[in-house]
């Protein structure tokens, strides 16, 4: 069975930065494209980043782009999330999740993604 797990949230101040890490169990990360979505209390989900398994683009929503990094560290079987200059916007919890593996391209849209961890606070406040 397929299983991701969110690690790595934890409260942090304005302008700080966290390392989440998302790591499978089951299967290799690195034939799966994998997207960081997140969700704050009372707003709707929102994908935040994520990356391809065919050619390992990445994409990134507006409100992340130059602060967020996602990358793969295929020998731990890890996608990381490295995210600085944190804003207390930024406050949610995080998920990660997997396409399907026929979809090698990874999107934004969260209604793609078939497997999801069970997320992991970031709290950014003063």
């Known amino acids: 069975q397929l299983q991701l797990v969110e690690s790595g949230g934890g409260l942090v101040q304005p302008g700080g930065s966290l390392r989440l890490s998302c790591a499978a169990s089951g299967f290799t990360l690195d034939y799966y494209a994998i997207g960081w979505f997140r969700q704050a209390p009372g707003k709707e989900r929102e994908g935040v980043s994520c990356?391809?398994?065919?050619?390992?683009?990445?994409y990134y929503a507006d409100s992340v782009k130059g602060r967020f990094t996602i990358s793969r560290d295929n020998a731990k079987n890890t996608v990381v999330l490295q995210m600085n200059s944190l804003k207390p916007e930024d406050t949610a919890v995080y998920y990660c999740?997997?396409?399907?593996?026929?979809?090698?391209?990874?999107?934004?849209?969260?209604?793609?993604?078939?497997?999801w961890g069970q997320g992991t606070q970031v709290t950014v406040s003063s």
């Open positions: 990356i391809s398994s065919s050619d390992g683009s990445t």
């Open positions: 999740a997997a396409r399907p593996r026929l979809f090698r391209q990874c999107v934004l849209y969260g209604g793609t993604y078939h497997n």
